[in-house]
Structure formats: structure tokens, C-alpha cells
């Protein structure tokens, strides 16, 4: 009996120890399963915001695009607006300058002044046109401005040639 209930106790513990073993074991298991949802989760919010970050990225460089062709045809509008001043200004210059080749004495020496005059103050607006085709951003503008003083100036001079063709 002794042996018997001995080896009840024994069958009694291996019972318990084979119920406990599983126990822990599910504690470990469903830790890990939990280890492994947070690690899910986590990789999930990661790849959302990569996502998130990646689609404004994709905008703003849209919006720069669109920024960048409606600046191209602003620059395009200027340079246009600019060439037909200082060709008003050539036609009206080649006139004077025909006018000037007809003058005599005094006259036409002012004449020839003042159209050297006009021949530089065109040579400075030719430079900036030329710059204009390939400056972009703050540095269109600046040149931009600089380059309408300069078509003001040109202006000036043929208005100028054509004052001291008139004292005849």
C-alpha cells in the first residue's frame, strides 16, 4: 500500500507537472504572441507613415512643378513684352538713322552722337536678354528689373536721337 499510494503521489506530481509545463508554456507562447502582434503593429504604422510621407513628397514636388511651368511662362510673357519695346525702339532708331545720313553740319554730328549713344545703351539690353534666357528664380527678377531700367534707357536715347535730329 505504501507502494501503491507512493506511487499514486508519484502519478499525482507527473499529473501536475505535465499540466504546469503546458501553463508556462502558454504563458511564454502568449507572450510572444503578443511580442509578435506589437512588432505586426509597429511595422504597420512604420509602413503608413512611410506611405503618408512618401504621397506628400509626391505633392510638393507637383506643386513645385506647377510653380516652375507657371514661373516659365510668366519669364516667357516678360521677355516677350521686353523684345517688342526695344523693337519699337529699333524700328524708330533705324529711321532716325537714315534721317541722319541726310543731315548736315552740326546737326548731323549730334546725330551721330546720340545714335552711338543709342548703339550702346541697345548693346546692354542685348546683354541682358541674353541673361534673361537662362537666370531663374530671385535672379530672374533682379535681372528682369535691371533689364526693364535698361529698355527705359534705350527708350530714352532714341527719344533723345530724335530731339536732336528735329534742331535741325
Not at 24 to 47: H, L, M, N, T, V
Amino acid at each position: 500500500m505504501k507502494r501503491r499510494r507512493a506511487m499514486k503521489s508519484a502519478s499525482a506530481l507527473l499529473v501536475a507537472a505535465l499540466f504546469a509545463c503546458p501553463l508556462s508554456a502558454c504563458d511564454k507562447g502568449e507572450e510572444q504572441a503578443k511580442a509578435e502582434e506589437a512588432r505586426r503593429e509597429a511595422q504597420a504604422k512604420i509602413a503608413e507613415a512611410e506611405r503618408e510621407a512618401n504621397e506628400k513628397k509626391a505633392e510638393a514636388e507637383r506643386e513645385v512643378a506647377q510653380a516652375n511651368a507657371k514661373a516659365d511662362v510668366a519669364r516667357t510673357e516678360a521677355r516677350a513684352a521686353l523684345q517688342k519695346d526695344i523693337a519699337a525702339a529699333d524700328r524708330k532708331a533705324v529711321d532716325l538713322k537714315e534721317r541722319a545720313a541726310k543731315a548736315k553740319g552740326k546737326v548731323k554730328l549730334n546725330a551721330e552722337a546720340a545714335s552711338t549713344e543709342f548703339d550702346k545703351r541697345r548693346t546692354v539690353v542685348e546683354q541682358d536678354l541674353q541673361q534673361l534666357n537662362t537666370a531663374r528664380g530671385e535672379a530672374w527678377d533682379k535681372l528682369k528689373l535691371q533689364t526693364e531700367r535698361d529698355v527705359d534707357s534705350v527708350e530714352a536715347a532714341v527719344e533723345s536721337f530724335d530731339r536732336t535730329l528735329a534742331g535741325k
